[in-house]
Every structure is written in structure tokens, then in C-alpha cells.
């Protein structure tokens, strides 16, 4: 799919340097030097390879920002302008192009983004049975409220999906409903997963989470609900009701940790009530995915990696 | 005997010619009411659906080459620049840059101003179409007959 995304002298030389499935982010900043995600370890691209120094650097220019963004909204910027609002652009097989430069503000809020200057390509990978650990602590005695806690890049979406295909896996049928607010657990394109999510799995896709638990609970009686990033007031609460209607929800939220993620305040409320009785954490120290810790509700210990 | 026949390729001529320009009227009306369809048609898919443009170009059904043209932007759409566009023959040059630099600047903005943008295109186009069509009842359905009466009326000096 980054074929179709990028320049043909970057993806050109960009497959001659290293395998796509390697790739998991492409920086390119306005004026700067393209830097590329290989493995976790970010490198800077000269215009024959990777580059020693910043010297010898491909720079990008506002074409090849103008030509991605063409690609990545596929010529309409209309269909996609409520993402851009929101700071990406999802493209084809859930890649996410995070966007930006100066806000265009009026009396509703962030109206679009204009003179854009740098894009994030974050290509996801779906990497089968990673989140089987946790599905072991998840599915003891029944599905268990759970939350997933890492730093950006760590891999929780990723993680999710396994998740939510290992439900589908396990010995009762777990009807899952996944509200995929920015196209990335399922990346589904034109109305169908691009990612393997389970076969019991629903997608409610592009709506904010208090949307898809309110309108998905009603019509689609999921027994798990799967979302991404919990980071608002308003996230928790849909949460909160959400789990009080009988249905189990696992989701995610960045923070370094449980410690770290009980600095923030909307999430002290969740704490205190343990509405949650599973924390994953997971970092990218050895690489995306690597296990911190599985914690019960009273932040007892239950998996700690050797 | 070689006269009548030399009238009668005179007929024939005059007719085709007269049939041309009929042709080129007819074809002038079905490509503006198809690009009024079009446009009412695009409208409605951004307003509502959002779908994107390559998919509302490839979608959109009519049998006047306004389908070539749509295909062709559509294939650049996928590799830009991968399909030259020809000019139509009964359009002038006006009207081709209107059309070209509209389908050109479709889909760069949100919804609601691509939605005033084509409203203002319809108006357009929707004058071209009542003006080709007016054209087409005056001038092309006359021009057959014409050309078929002219060729008669030489042939009768000749004869």
C-alpha cells in the first residue's frame, strides 16, 4: 500500500534498502530530512541510501508533502476533512498519515489544517497471537474488564486486535464490537476489515466512542466491546455506562504505566472504582509489544516478564 | 446517366454534411445534460455519502463521452499524469478549460464548499445545456434536411 502512497523515487528506494514490512513510521517534515522507522530505530534517508549525517539527507519538500496528502485523501479532501480536523488521514490497510501545521480555527472549533508541514506515516502491522499472554489473564472466568496501558508506539493497537481475534478464537462465541474511532484496529476500507479481527467481530467505524457504545450496545448486543485510546471525560463515562449495561469492555490509553496513567485525573474516578480488573502494561524496550506487567484491579502483580 | 449519378453523390454529400453538423448539435446537448446529471449526481455523493472521487467518476453511468473524460481523470487520479485527455471536437476551447479546470479542482476542500462550488457549476452548465438544446431543435434538426435540400437544389441547376 505505500506504493501507492509514496513518491516512486522514495518507495523505490525505500524497498531497495529494506523490506516493507520492516517500516513502521516515515517522518517527512517540510524543509527537513526524511527520516524512516525501521525496526523501531529511526533512520535518516539520503537520496542513494541511509544517511550518516544530517548533511548528506534527503530533504522534503512541499510537493512531496502536496503529493502524498493527494494520495492519501485519493483528490478529496472532503472525505476525510473530519479526520484532518482531528490531525491524520487514514489510507488504504490502515495506514495513518498524522498531519501538521497551522489550524484554521472559527466559532466551532479546529476547522481544518492548512500550510501543512510535516506528515507521519505510521504503517500498522498485524502480527498474529501477540496478545496471547494477556488473553490468558483477559479470559480467566469469563472476559475481564481490561485496559490496555502503553506508550505511543508500543504497539496496543496492534495488541487490540489480537485481542479481539483471539476472542473469537476462544471456546464460547464472544460476539466483539470494535469502534474504530481512527481506522486503525480493523482498518476497514470501503466497509471491510482490512485486518484479520475474528470472525465474530463488528466494526463501527470513524464515530467518537461515546457514539459507538451508545448506538452499538442498542443495535448490535456485542458481549465485548474493543476501542482504542481512552483519554476524555467524556471516554470514561461511555465506558463506565457501557460496563454497567453487562457488557465487557478492553481498551486502551497511552501512559508509561498504571502509575503514570493515575497522574491524569480523569482516569483517578476509574481507579477508585475498579472499573477495570485486568491492566496490561506494555512498552517498546525490546521492540513494540514488549510485556511490563499484567495487573489485577488492586494493582497486584499477576505476570511479570523474566 | 453519368449526371444522375453525379447528382446523386451530390444529394448523398450534402446530406452527410447536413447529418455532421445535426450530429455535432446533438452530441453538444447529450454532453451537457450528461455533465448537469453529473453534477447534480457528484453533489449528492459528497453531501451525503462522502464517497471520494475516483469512485464517483468510475460509478457515474452515461453514454456520451463525458464517460471517457471521467475515466481518464479517473485513471490520473490513480498515476497522475498516465492518461492524456483529447479535447472534444464540439466543444471550444472555453468550455473544455471550464470543464477541465473544474474536474481539475474538484475535491480540495470540505464538503459544504464543494457543494457551493458545484451549485455554482450547475448554474453554468445548466445555462450551456438549455442553450445547446435550444440550438439543437433550431439548428441541428433543420441541418439534415438542408443538407439534403441543398444537394436537391444543385443537382436540379446541374440537371
Known sequence: MLKKLLPDELYNLLTSLVDVSVIYEIRIRNHLPICVNVNGQYKIVSSSGFARTANEAWIANESMIDYILARATNNSVYSVSNQIRHGFVTFDSGIRIGVCGETVIDDKGVKTIKNISSLNIRVPHEIKNCAMTALNFILSNGVKNTLLIAPPGAGKTTFLRDIARGLSLSKSVKNTLIIDERYEIAAAHQGYPSMDVGLFSDIISGCSKEYGLKEGLRSLKPDVVICDELATYEDLIAISDAMSSGVKVIASAHAFDHIDLSKKPQFQEIFKKKLFQRYVVISERNGPGTYEGIFDDNFSCLFFPQ | ?159
Not at chain 2, 444529394?11 to 447534480?40: P, Q
Not at chain 2, 449528492?44 to 469512485?55: D, E, G, T, V, Y
Not at chain 2, 457515474?60 to 485513471?75: G, H, M, P, R
Request: charged share 25%; hydrophobic share 40%; aromatic share 14%.
Open chain 2, 1 to 159: 446517366m453519368l449526371k444522375i449519378f453525379l447528382c446523386f453523390l451530390i444529394v448523398l454529400g450534402s446530406g452527410y454534411i447536413g447529418f455532421s453538423v445535426s450530429l455535432h448539435y446533438r452530441k453538444r446537448e447529450k454532453f451537457w445534460s450528461d455533465f448537469f446529471d453529473f453534477l447534480n449526481y457528484t453533489k449528492s455523493q459528497i453531501s451525503f455519502f462522502q464517497n471520494r472521487l475516483a469512485n464517483i467518476f468510475k460509478d457515474f453511468n452515461c453514454d456520451s463521452e463525458l464517460k471517457n473524460v471521467l475515466i481518464a481523470k479517473y485513471k490520473n487520479f490513480d498515476s497522475p499524469n498516465s492518461c492524456e485527455l483529447k479535447k472534444l471536437s464540439y466543444l471550444n476551447d472555453n468550455e473544455w478549460n471550464l470543464i477541465n479546470d473544474f474536474l481539475d479542482s474538484i475535491g480540495k476542500t470540505d464538503s459544504s464548499t464543494e457543494c457551493e462550488r458545484i451549485e455554482a457549476m450547475i448554474v453554468k452548465i445548466n445555462e450551456k445545456r438549455q442553450f445547446a438544446k435550444i440550438e439543437l431543435s433550431k439548428k441541428g434538426s433543420a441541418s439534415t434536411k438542408l443538407g439534403f435540400a441543398c444537394g436537391l437544389a444543385i443537382s436540379i441547376i446541374l440537371i
